[in-house]
């Protein structure tokens, strides 16, 4: 199963508003589980079972459904099993064991998503309990010695089955099974452990209902619309959570340092006690999985098999960008301290929980907007639609909504998605992007159904996106920034490499790719929310959705777009510095002393004392653990794929469809740096990266 988490935060002025929640609160692209047009008319909503999955459920039927499929799966697992030597095939071993696989995967992962959404506390723990019991069942299916016995025997017959057989033998020695019998099981045994201490790190965020009460003087500076979205207390006071909107609308509007450096703090501190046991006994457990599997370090064993290969090459890589961003960085704060200067004389640093606040002051003074404008132009359902026509145009796909999809909650839509060629269903698409208690934060992307050969035809995928955008406000429809904007692209990125696949098998389609190049499809698509004539055709004013963005707006939006790049990519780099820290460590981490320091020496300033961000920092326990650099490395092939674009039309569809065959549809039938070099003619570099981001990088580094 393939869940994906978090869309890289916006670099620009407009973006950069909110980039102290961005990076407590980090939306998500890829979660890791046990694993021309514009919208037309509605389509005929399709038969269960031809596509839609299920969605609502009667308490304990989660946990039924879980382990029935479980025990039906063990059988067929069993069965293959047990076939004698003299009679495996490639086809009753190795691809029968893909089809397990994927089977189980696409009935469990609806069941497990309803863990992180549903609004019924009763089936969301029923959720997050089957998703403990899969990635537990997961794990131990992929250390069996007696399937590693019976698939390793017979020899693949074509290129496809060599790919899915050499991927499949790593996964299983990746898991232990070059170990003997004693160790396999002592490795078993502890992630069996890892999976629970994730599952409950995960359901301590999802369920935190953290508030903080404020007057309305402590939140001056913040509009009506913006108060209105706060619920109130008897004595009229306002309630903000620690959900993405109301922190960002603090963090970024509110007057007074105190009320921001409370909600910063805050945020920063969500399930802190129990959330900082469960991360360290994680990243111990982790070293002791590597050592028993013959790895130096949890890192080293995460990235064998990765594009970057090692360790080395990774931490070259984030070293090499240290100190360029730290001077970029304190450029940028010595223009904001100035400007708090202007309102405070006595003023001698920035706090952190300053800077979103100094940088939306800094948007309406250099680039004379205020994002509250901005956001008017852009509806959500513009951008919705804006994005369709442009990856419609691109792919060679429609969307059209289905209006009476059964759905978990009411604010939850979907659409079909069609080729435009001969109209056949590609696979349907839900939307799930306003928060609500219980529900995990941040956005992210979840395949519920892989696409693969099956019976003779090509399955329908079937694709989620979750977010915790801003609710209508005040009559108005859902308004949003340039981050919600970017995110979109982003996240929608990732559904087109999962809804367009068309890998053979499940195990090796859409998202199931290197975990350093799975960013590659978002991030270049992301980079569509900032091409001039893309902004202005999905925009749309609120009251009048034929009146676009003014072009001076646009111009002076997609202008402050690099503001501020410095402090952004020194949060992505102090994160990714972070994570690896955790885990090249060889013994247990204080991991807020850990951050402490890897924040101080990245930004350049002290943390604020007394939080404990890694208690928060969900990556760490959701798939990118050891991997969060790949947002960064990531970038350097999605800048490349966009110059391509650039040189032959950002709207060019014989480019897209080039884009669409040679990446999206491949899965990870090939490595990604084959696809990259295919594509693009040639081996991407790092130094568009450094152009993007403002940085000078000596040569040789």
Request: hydrophobic share 40%; with cysteine; glycine share 8%.
């Amino acid at each position: 199963m393939n869940t994906r988490f978090l869309s890289l935060p916006v670099c620009s002025a407009a973006g950069m508003v909110a980039f102290s929640l961005l990076l407590v609160l980090a939306a998500g692209c890829l979660q890791n589980v046990p694993r021309d047009t514009m919208a037309g008319s509605p389509s005929p909503l399709p038969a269960r079972g031809a596509g839609l999955i299920q969605v609502q459920y009667s308490p304990g039927e989660i946990l039924r459904l879980c382990a029935a499929v479980e025990l039906d799966a063990n059988a067929s697992l069993n069965a293959i099993a047990v076939i004698p030597p003299g009679q495996r095939t490639v086809e009753n071993t190795l691809l029968a064991f893909d089809r397990v696989r994927t089977d189980y995967s696409d009935t469990v992962a609806p069941l497990i998503l309803m863990g992180t959404v549903h609004p019924d506390a009763v089936i969301a723990a029923e959720g997050m309990a089957c998703r403990e019991s899969s990635g537990i069942f997961d794990s131990a299916t992929r250390s069996r010695r007696d399937l590693y016995d019976a698939i390793k025997d017979p020899v693949p017959r074509n290129s496809e089955e060599s790919r899915l057989y050499a991927i499949t033998m790593k996964d299983f020695e990746h898991n232990g099974l070059k170990l003997p019998d004693d160790r396999l099981a002592r490795v078993r045994a502890m992630k069996s452990d890892l999976t629970g201490l994730e599952v409950r790190y995960m359901a301590n965020l999802n369920n935190d209902n953290t508030t903080l009460e404020f007057t309305a003087d402590e939140l001056a500076g913040l509009s009506a619309e913006n108060l209105a979205a706060f619920s109130r207390t008897p004595q009229g006071t306002y309630l903000v959570t620690m959900k993405a909107p109301d922190v960002s609308a603090v963090l970024s509007k509110a007057d007074r340092s105190e009320t921001r450096r409370k909600v910063y703090a805050s945020s920063l501190n969500i399930q802190a006690a129990p959330n900082t046991i469960l991360l360290e006994e994680a990243i111990v457990l982790r070293y002791r999985i590597a050592q028993e599997l013959g790895y130096r370090t949890w890192a080293d064993y995460q990235l064998d098999g990765r594009m970057a290969k090692n360790t080395s090459t990774v931490m070259a890589f984030l070293d090499a960008m240290k100190a360029p961003l730290r001077e970029k960085s304190r450029e940028e704060l010595a223009g904001l301290l100035a400007i708090k200067k202007g309102l405070d004389p006595g003023a001698t640093t920035v706090d952190p929980w300053d800077i979103s606040y100094l940088q939306d002051k800094q948007t309406e003074m250099l680039y004379a907007y205020k994002e509250d404008e901005l956001r008017e132009y852009f509806p959500l359902d513009s951008v919705l639609q804006g994005i369709f026509s442009l990856y419609g145009s691109l792919f060679g796909i429609r969307f059209d909504e289905l209006k009476d999809a059964p759905v978990w909650s009411p604010e939850v839509r979907a659409w079909r998605v069609g080729n435009l060629a001969d109209n056949t269903t590609v696979g349907y698409l839900y939307f799930d992007l306003f928060p609500r208690q219980g529900k995990g934060q941040g956005y992210w992307e979840t395949s519920q159904i892989s696409g693969r050969r099956l019976d003779g035809a090509y399955s329908v995928p079937v694709v989620v996106i979750v977010g915790n955008a801003r609710e209508p406000e005040a009559g108005k429809p859902a308004l949003l920034d340039m981050y919600e904007t970017e995110t979109l692209f982003h996240e929608t990125g990732h559904a087109m490499h999962d809804l367009l696949t068309r890998a053979p098998y499940g195990t090796l389609s859409g998202t199931r790719v290197e975990w350093d190049f799975v960013e590659t499809p978002s991030q270049t698509l992301e980079e569509w929310a900032w091409d001039p004539q893309v902004l202005e055709s999905l925009s749309g004013h609120y009251t009048n959705r034929s009146q676009k963005i003014p072009k001076e707006l646009r111009d002076k939006v997609i202008a402050s777009r690099n503001a501020g790049a410095g402090i952004l990519y020194s949060n992505l780099l102090y994160r990714s510095l972070e994570d690896m820290r955790f885990h090249t460590a060889e013994g247990p981490v204080n991991t807020t002393v850990m951050y402490y320091e890897t924040f101080e020496e990245v930004r350049g300033m002290p943390p604020l004392a007394g939080t404990h961000q890694p208690a928060q920092f969900d990556h760490l326990m959701d798939g990118y653990d050891a991997g969060y650099y790949g947002y960064l490395w990531s970038k350097v092939y999605a800048l490349a794929v966009v110059e391509q674009f650039r040189q032959d039309g950002m709207t060019n569809r014989t480019t897209g469809m080039k884009f669409r065959q040679a990446i999206l549809e491949k899965g990870n039938m090939e490595d990604g740096t084959v696809l990259l070099e295919k594509f693009l003619g040639r081996e991407p570099g790092v130094e568009a990266l450094y152009t993007h981001i403002g940085i000078h990088v000596p040569k040789g580094t």
